[in-house]
């Protein structure tokens, strides 16, 4: 998959706001923020600057630079544009992070997770950053924060696959069937390729901004957040355990797209898998 494609969907100056939430999807505060990200003539060149003003401070500004064929093995890009950074191991100590964001016409989501080391060895989500921008001289089409009524309904879509080491995308067809009763949620995701299918069925509690799904040896909590967009992480990071991190954005009422960063046991990124799809029909009891 070409790397530089991917990364000139994102081209553009780019209004918007950092958004801080606490890892319970409870906003915090917001700082406007404008990016850059230019071309240079020869075409194989990118610079971005990045400025955020919080209020009652100076300005503060982040600069870097690109060369084709791309930023790095950190630093994947699908077709869409839609792409994450981070760091490519996890371990148990320390600051660890991810950003996943996507891009549709005008508009982007980026949605950035920070876990701390704690002192049992585990890691632990500790701050969300929403990061909401449109094109410069496009109208802003702000979105409401998600719900769970959102989600309801079954989806079709395709799921692409890339990894660090190489860009062959593998390609699945998806179905995702999501219902409410009372104040649990309940899912059945199957993945189809052609010669393998996958199929898990969760059942998660509502509470507030969160779903948890505590069923498992690896519980995990979705997190609803502002700007249609939600991420869904280990309560826990453990040593020996895979994890994945995961951020969704609702696009439109019936089109979705969600960004899967996946880790094995030992936790080395594995790979990153893009998934868009579209509601066909409404489920809600």
Not at 228 to 236: E, N, Q, V, Y
Request: hydrophobic share 35%; proline share 6%; with cysteine.
């Amino acid at each position: 998959m070409d790397q530089w494609s991917g990364l000139r969907k994102n081209v553009g100056e780019w209004h918007g706001s950092f958004t801080q939430c606490s890892p319970l999807g409870e906003v915090l505060g917001d700082i406007p923020s404008i990016l850059r990200l230019e071309e240079g003539v020869d075409g194989k060149t990118m610079r971005l600057s990045l400025k955020r003003f919080p209020e009652g401070q100076p300005p503060r500004e982040i600069m870097q630079s690109f060369s084709y064929p791309g930023p790095g093995s950190n630093l994947l890009f699908f077709e869409t544009g839609a792409f994450s950074q981070g760091a490519g191991q996890w371990f148990p100590s320390g600051q660890f992070g991810t950003e996943l964001g996507f891009v549709w016409g005008d508009r982007r989501l980026r949605l950035v997770q920070l876990f701390e080391g704690q002192p049992d060895g585990t890691s632990q989500l500790t701050s969300v950053t929403v990061i909401r921008e449109t094109r410069a001289g496009c109208e802003d089409e702000a979105s409401s924060p998600l719900t769970v009524m959102d989600l309801c309904g079954h989806w079709r879509g395709n799921a692409v696959t890339i990894s660090p080491t190489t860009t062959h995308p593998i390609n699945l067809s998806t179905d995702l069937v999501i219902t409410v009763e009372g104040t649990q949620l309940s899912q059945k995701l199957s993945y189809r390729g052609e010669t393998a299918a996958h199929v898990t069925e969760t059942v998660g509690r509502i509470e507030a901004n969160c779903l948890w799904f505590e069923q498992s040896d690896s519980p995990v909590c979705v997190v609803l957040l502002p700007g249609g967009g939600s991420i869904a992480i280990p309560t826990k990071i453990k040593r020996d355990r895979s994890f994945f991190l995961e951020a969704g954005w609702l696009i439109a009422p019936h089109h979705r797209q969600r960004l899967i960063r996946r880790y094995n046991p030992q936790g080395q990124w594995l790979d990153l898998t893009l998934v868009e799809e579209f509601r066909e029909t409404f489920l809600a009891d």
